[in-house]
Structure formats: structure tokens, C-alpha cells
């Protein structure tokens, strides 16, 4: 059985928006991504945690940073076929500070630990969806700013060229699902269903 690790944030976790809790596994993009490709031959490890950054300690609550937590994941989890990374989104909080290519430099600081510790592990990078223009505002997102909305449609270009550099896979979720309008920052089930076809039909191609 090939075992198929994905590790992000809120939206792989599958946040419902506004409302809270969580999507059934049926409703995930992770959970749909393991039945189309079959739960006899594959394992989708799901390792989403609202708020995780790529480098980034939040003030506010602990445990959040990708980079410390991701070599014991990789440890428990050993050599997956397939690894997916989509982080990002949460290092464009005002808090952090962080420019598109800052951000950038988090993901690949994750990559190299990936092949450390998985080197026989494939890669996804997925660049995360795009935020709502309203995310700033006090009813949905104040830990974001409207420089936040930039910063986070700059990271598809950064991540491009990250994937290129490294020869990793790369997908742009952007591109295929968009935030709700109910907090303008996760994915209805509408858009979980359409990023999970997207992960599944860019896997089928090396996998």
C-alpha cells in the first residue's frame, strides 16, 4: 500500500469556515483524494494543523511551527511515496512580518529537512489558495492585513520557482479553489472537492 503524507495548515486539517470544527473525511480534500485513488492500494496520512507556519513561532499559540515539528512527523511516518507540503498561508499574518520571498525561504527550509529525513520520498508543493478581499476585517480575520492579501498572491510565483529549483512536483491551489465567502480564508466543500481532483489528477502523473 503506497502511503501518501500530506502536512499544512487549517485547510488540510479542513477547517469548516466561520462555523468551526471539522469537515467529515468525506468531505476533505484529503479524504476524497484517498478514495479516488483507491483505499485498497493507498493511505492518505493527514498532518493539518490550524495556525502551522512554514519557520514561524506564534506568539499566541503554541506548537505552530512547521520546521520544529516536521522531522518527528517524517520519523513516525517513514519514507512516505508521496509527501505534500502546503504552507503559507498563516506566515502572511502581520505578526510575522514576512514578504512573499521570506515565506519562500521557510518552504525551502522545510524541503531540505523532507529530504533529509525522506529522501526516497517525492514531493508536492502546493502554493496555498488565495485569501478573500475581505480577510482583513474584523468580522472575519484581523490577524491578517490588506498587505496580507498581497503577499499571499505573491507566494504562487515563489513557490514555482522554488519547485523548479529543487525538481519537485508543484501545484497551484489558487488555481482551482478559492476561499469561502462565509471567512474568506478556508474551503467550502466546493473547494475541497475541486483541490482534491487537482492533487489527484497531478499524483496520478509520477505516482
Not at 44 to 54: A, D, K, N, Q, S
Not at 139 to 166: C, H, Q, T, W
Amino acid at each position: 500500500m503506497k502511503q501518501i503524507l500530506c502536512f499544512g495548515d487549517s485547510n488540510t486539517y479542513g477547517l469548516i469556515p466561520k462555523k468551526g470544527g471539522r469537515y467529515e473525511w468525506t468531505v476533505r480534500w484529503t479524504g476524497i483524494l484517498n478514495e479516488k485513488l483507491g483505499v485498497d492500494d493507498y493511505h492518505v496520512i493527514e498532518e493539518g494543523l490550524c495556525g502551522r507556519t512554514t519557520i514561524f513561532d506564534d506568539p499566541l499559540r503554541d506548537y505552530r511551527n512547521g520546521f520544529k515539528l516536521l522531522p518527528a512527523v517524517l520519523e513516525t511516518n517513514e519514507n512516505p511515496d508521496v509527501i505534500v507540503l502546503m504552507l503559507g498561508t498563516n506566515d502572511c499574518k502581520t505578526v510575522y512580518g514576512a514578504t512573499s520571498e521570506v515565506i519562500g525561504l521557510g518552504i525551502e527550509r522545510l524541503i531540505k529537512l523532507i529530504k533529509l529525513y525522506s529522501s526516497r520520498s517525492k514531493i508536492l508543493l502546493i502554493s496555498p489558495i488565495h485569501f478573500g478581499d475581505k480577510v482583513w476585517q474584523r468580522e472575519y480575520d484581523p490577524e491578517f492585513s490588506k498587505a496580507s492579501i498581497e503577499v499571499n498572491e505573491g507566494l504562487a510565483l515563489v513557490y514555482r520557482g522554488i519547485a523548479d529549483k529543487e525538481n519537485i512536483f508543484y501545484l497551484d491551489a489558487s488555481s482551482v479553489a478559492a476561499p469561502s465567502d462565509e471567512d474568506q480564508e478556508h474551503m467550502n466543500e466546493e473547494g475541497h472537492a475541486a483541490l482534491a481532483e487537482a492533487v489527484y489528477e497531478k499524483i496520478k502523473e509520477f505516482v
